[in-house]
């Protein structure tokens, strides 16, 4: 049984025993784990924590302003660093899904690095969850948050990591959350990966690609909000498919919908969506995005599937 009040007063403790005074920024893009991870230090250690938010041009729509919003109202001071550009450079021409983790990897914590030099600071805390680590040890998925269980010494982009809740699944993270008394849009909030929509564009990653499945990103969500589903989300392919638009002929964009259920994302399965909810979702992503002729609706489990396509 997972003991919520020990686990936040032995994390407080150690998270001051760690520091030792000194002042720490936390990476966080806005998510469940991130955010806990930030606010669990900002209790430990106030006035000395910065959370960073670095706007990689992959975030969802409202995104930015939302992390933003959030850690003001939190009373977390925040430093947000625009790093779109960087990004892009660093994804460019990478097509490959275990190559396009590991540059936005290194993009991330080189970033941190800069960060961190500029305000003088040793550590940096992230929200890595045990999911995380098992999938990336396995060899899955490279997960962008996990550097010292694979080998990497952080100490070389020049900081040292804290995961104060590197041994929690995720319904404890949320516990530990709720229990804090972060509000619900941040405790129950839909999980979303760290390097963002670099996993939802398949292949190689540009900003116009982005802006698309930003868009249809947008749709799923405000169609499936009622469903509590744990992640509702859009893919866009890499290849394309033949349409019409106005009576012509358009070799367009495919987009997949992916909605699923699952407790702490080790399993999940595939969710049995209303079909009207479904045809509502695919006639506004393919009548709002001009470039879209043809939605998907994937229907598999993981396993044999991962929750997202890479
Ligand atoms: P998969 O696709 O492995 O995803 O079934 C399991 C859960 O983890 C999220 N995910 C990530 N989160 N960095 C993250 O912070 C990553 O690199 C990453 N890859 C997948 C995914 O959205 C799901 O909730």
Do not use: W
């Given at each position: 049984?997972?003991?919520?009040?020990?686990?936040?007063?032995?994390?407080?403790?150690?998270?001051?025993?760690?520091?030792?005074?000194?002042?720490?920024?936390?990476?966080?893009?806005?998510?469940?784990?991130?955010?806990?991870?930030?606010?669990?230090?900002?209790?430990?250690?106030?006035?000395?924590?910065?959370?960073?938010?670095?706007?990689?041009?992959?975030?969802?729509?409202?995104?930015?302003?939302?992390?933003?919003?959030?850690?003001?109202?939190?009373?977390?001071?925040?430093?947000?660093?625009?790093?779109?550009?960087?990004?892009?450079?660093?994804?460019?021409?990478?097509?490959?899904?275990?190559?396009?983790?590991?540059?936005?990897?290194?993009?991330?914590?080189?970033?941190?690095?800069?960060?961190?030099?500029?305000?003088?600071?040793?550590?940096?805390?992230?929200?890595?969850?045990?999911?995380?680590?098992?999938?990336?040890?396995?060899?899955?998925?490279?997960?962008?948050?996990?550097?010292?269980?694979?080998?990497?010494?952080?100490?070389?982009?020049?900081?040292?990591?804290?995961?104060?809740?590197?041994?929690?699944?995720?319904?404890?993270?949320?516990?530990?959350?709720?229990?804090?008394?972060?509000?619900?849009?941040?405790?129950?909030?839909?999980?979303?990966?760290?390097?963002?929509?670099?996993?939802?564009?398949?292949?190689?990653?540009?900003?116009?690609?982005?802006?698309?499945?930003?868009?249809?990103?947008?749709?799923?969500?405000?169609?499936?909000?009622?469903?509590?589903?744990?992640?509702?989300?859009?893919?866009?392919?890499?290849?394309?498919a033949t349409g019409i638009?106005?009576?012509?002929?358009v070799?367009g964009?495919?987009?997949?919908?992916?909605?699923?259920?699952?407790?702490?994302?080790?399993?999940?399965?595939?969710?049995?969506?209303?079909?009207?909810?479904?045809?509502?979702?695919?006639?506004?992503?393919?009548?709002?995005?001009?470039?879209?002729v043809r939605?998907?609706?994937?229907?598999?489990?993981?396993?044999?599937?991962?929750?997202?396509?890479?």
């Amino acid at each position: 049984m997972f003991e919520t009040k020990k686990f936040i007063e032995n994390a407080l403790e150690e998270i001051r025993n760690t520091v030792c005074g000194k002042k720490v920024i936390s990476a966080c893009s806005g998510g469940v784990d991130s955010t806990v991870a930030t606010f669990l230090v900002h209790k430990a250690v106030g006035e000395k924590l910065t959370a960073v938010f670095i706007d990689d041009g992959l975030r969802r729509e409202g995104e930015p302003e939302f992390v933003v919003k959030t850690l003001k109202n939190l009373g977390i001071k925040s430093k947000f660093i625009d790093a779109r550009k960087g990004f892009f450079a660093a994804l460019k021409g990478k097509t490959d899904a275990e190559e396009k983790r590991k540059a936005f990897r290194e993009k991330f914590y080189k970033t941190l690095g800069e960060v961190s030099k500029e305000l003088k600071i040793e550590f940096i805390v992230q929200g890595t969850i045990k999911a995380d680590v098992i999938e990336t040890v396995k060899g899955i998925k490279s997960q962008h948050n996990v550097l010292e269980q694979i080998g990497i010494d952080s100490q070389m982009y020049g900081y040292k990591i804290i995961e104060p809740l590197k041994e929690l699944f995720k319904p404890e993270v949320r516990k530990v959350g709720r229990e804090l008394g972060l509000p619900k849009e941040i405790s129950e909030r839909m999980p979303f990966p760290g390097p963002a929509l670099s996993l939802r564009v398949l292949g190689e990653v540009t900003p116009e690609k982005v802006a698309i499945v930003r868009k249809a990103t947008e749709i799923v969500e405000a169609e499936t909000g009622e469903l509590k589903t744990f992640q509702n989300f859009a893919v866009l392919h890499n290849d394309k498919a033949t349409g019409i638009k106005n009576g012509n002929r358009v070799y367009g964009n495919i987009i997949t919908v992916r909605i699923v259920d699952s407790e702490d994302a080790v399993t999940a399965k595939a969710t049995q969506v209303p079909y009207q909810t479904l045809m509502k979702i695919s006639e506004r992503i393919t009548g709002e995005i001009p470039s879209v002729v043809r939605c998907l609706y994937d229907i598999t489990d993981k396993p044999p599937s991962t929750i997202e396509f890479e």
